[in-house]
């Protein structure tokens, strides 16, 4: 074995127990976290009514004069 491939052979296990550390403590996205709490909102006993929407303001321009 000439000692090119030895180091291949070397390099390939030290990047394979590197990535093994990586995902152990250092985990992707929500794996490994705790679950966010659940909200719980209480129903209303008697909600109140939305109020209504605004009336537009401003001119209103339905039609454009072509000259």
Known sequence: MSS???????????AAIV??????????????????PA?????PAAAPPAPAAPAPRGPIIREVPNQ
């Open 4 to 14: 090119e491939s030895v180091g291949g052979v070397l390099g390939a296990i030290v």
């Open 39 to 43: 909200k719980v909102e209480p129903a």
């Open 19 to 36: 990535l093994a550390v990586a995902v152990v403590f250092g985990p992707i996205g929500q794996y490994g976290k705790p679950p966010k």
